[in-house]
């Protein structure tokens, strides 16, 4: 008899669910739902770096995604769906009550963004993540960063806790504790009603929170203390941690009973998006798995007796089990990726916007305009040879997740003249993004870290072939591209028929479930020789201006 799996995927705008044969690995079924306040742009202010999402977006596009999947398959399907997988976008953390519920979903804080879950890239916390690197590096006997490539960024767990618990008295004062958005689905599918008796992700804990072993879990009393008295007391939020081949829970009646399920369906411990989606993706040892989408995040597994003492300086943290467990997980990226074109097309269609607001122009032709926008620029950008541009970009819009994470940083476009036409600013701000990841590529190298293949997921691999192109050129390696539109669920959706007990361990149910591959883009010699003098002339300008753009 058939058994089957569901891998569910929260991405930055939606929440995605996928129904797959954990014995064949065929994706039966999948369905998105879009959070309904984060598209209106509820809770957000681009303009401070802030981005807040409602917990009910969570629970509402949760419901709504698994039922619309399992409503296109017959009802003996769900009858035998035997394990649930849950990735998240991280860090994410969310203040929570003594039942473990965030703030936001009761009455007097439902309007508060500062009670709702702190989406991955809001930096609003820079100073405070400045304040922990200084403590760390400075004043405290142990450096809590070494295991999180020696910087702390303010995309994670601690520097938005503290930059919450500063702004606001009310959330501070009712907070009993903090949670991870990977954390809190698993036990709110559980019924978990106590904060405490939340497992918390070893791939969150390790990435995000300097939990480590070596100091027995999180940061001591005494070093959070000195960053901030606010601080006391969560160094106890939490002790042990756990790899995603472990159970979170099991299925609640509850819960069962919204989304059509049998109660008792054992839930994998919930990790990020991008990790699971590596698994997903086939991620082997010597593999650099690029998850390609609003940001990238780069994604490599290690033996225990490849990285021993070795600490690799600049990235988002080498975690033991954060990936697979049994190996070290390395995570790099960038904090703009998709973003940066996306951010590109808007500029352009302000004029549009006007005209619209002012009623001079109809939201449907707007819209329609707007939807081909990147396309036009794509085609556009492609005809016109690397040399021709004349421009070097550098892509921290959002600013420098690795090497050596730098929120305060800016991005910049040089070269500009009078001939500097779209398509050309677009090439620019394309190879801008590709050689910020080949800098993520060099720093694994630089470290002693061994790259022998680039496995590409995520919208931007499958919709974009000059993109992916051009970062095939950059790079100088082959690029295969993962077939499934959905491998970060695909990659719960593994986890999930492990703890089933379908299959043993995860790399057994990779060799069955783990996406095949669509295309590979192969380097064209011409190219890279012509991308490696603009990658250094990248590199140049980028030390060059580094202080002038963090001072801006």
């Known amino acids: 008899m058939d058994k089957y799996v569901i891998g569910v995927d929260f991405g930055s705008d939606s929440v995605r669910a996928l129904v797959i044969n954990a014995l064949t690995g065929e994706e039966l079924a999948s369905a998105v739902a879009y959070y309904k306040r984060w598209m209106e742009g509820k809770y957000c202010d681009p303009t401070k770096n802030q981005f807040r999402q409602h917990p009910l977006d969570y629970i509402e596009g949760l419901t709504e995604c698994i039922t619309e999947a399992l409503g296109q398959l017959s009802p003996e399907i769900a009858e035998h769906v035997v394990g649930i997988g849950i990735d998240t976008t991280g860090s994410t953390p969310c203040a929570i009550d003594k039942n473990g519920q965030p703030l936001a979903l009761s009455p007097e804080f439902a309007e508060n963004p500062n009670a709702m879950f702190v989406l991955w890239k809001d930096h609003t916390a820079v100073k405070e993540a400045a304040e922990i690197n200084e403590q760390a590096w400075h004043h405290s006997e142990i450096d809590y960063t070494k295991y999180v490539g020696g910087i702390y960024s303010s995309e994670w767990f601690w520097a938005k806790i503290l930059h919450v618990l500063r702004e606001d008295s009310q959330v501070r004062e009712a907070a009993y504790s903090w949670v991870e958005h990977c954390d ?44 901030d008295p606010l601080l006391q007391g969560y160094s106890k939020m939490y002790q042990d941690t756990y790899p995603s081949n472990e159970i979170a829970g099991t299925l609640c009646q509850e819960w069962a009973d919204k989304l059509g399920l049998k109660a008792g369906i054992p839930i994998a411990v919930g990790a990020f998006d991008a990790h699971m989606g590596a698994v997903g993706g086939g991620v082997t040892a010597k593999t650099l798995v690029k998850i390609m989408g609003t940001s990238t995040c780069d994604i490599m597994v290690a033996p225990y007796e490849v990285m021993q003492d070795k600490l690799v300086a600049g990235i988002c943290g080498q975690v033991d089990g954060s990936v697979i467990p049994g190996m070290i997980g390395l995570e790099a990226g960038q904090s703009a990726f998709g973003d940066v074109f996306a951010w590109f097309r808007q500029v352009l269609s302000w004029p549009l916007d006007d005209l619209v607001e002012k009623g001079e122009l109809s ?42 994470a730098d929120q305060t940083l800016k991005g910049a476009v040089l070269g500009l003249t009078l001939g500097s036409s779209a398509p050309k600013i677009f090439r620019a701000l394309v190879e801008a993004t590709a050689f910020g990841s080949k800098a993520v590529v060099d720093r694994f190298r630089d470290e002693g870290v061994e790259i022998e293949q680039v496995i590409a997921l995520g919208g931007i691999p499958k919709k974009n072939p000059f993109v992916m192109q051009v970062t095939a050129n950059v790079f100088n390696m082959p690029i295969k591209v993962v077939d499934s539109e959905q491998a970060c669920a695909l990659g719960a959706g593994i986890f999930a028929a492990v703890v089933a007990g379908v299959y043993l361990d995860v790399n057994a149910a990779q060799k069955v479930m783990s996406s095949k591959y669509a295309r590979t883009y192969y380097p064209e010699a011409d190219q890279v020789q012509k991308y490696l003098a603009v990658y ?16 801006l």
Not at 189 to 207: E, F, P, T, W
Not at 381 to 399: H, M, R, S, Y
């Open 363 to 404: 939201k449907g032709v707007r819209d329609q305009v707007f939807d081909s926008m990147l396309g036009n620029l794509t085609e556009a950008a492609a005809k016109i040879p690397v040399e021709e541009t004349g421009l070097v970009a550098l892509d921290w819009l959002n600013g420098r997740r690795t090497p050596d």
């Open 184 to 227: 809190w689905i698993p036990a709110l599918l559980a019924g978990v009603n106590s904060a405490d008796a939340i497992k918390r992700s070893r791939c969150a804990a390790g990435h995000k929170a300097m939990w480590h072993a070596e100091w027995d879990g999180l940061p001591s009393e005494e070093f959070l203390k000195a960053v």
């Open 536 to 551: 250094d002339k990248y590199l140049s300008i980028g030390k060059l201006l580094e202080d002038s753009l963090r001072a």
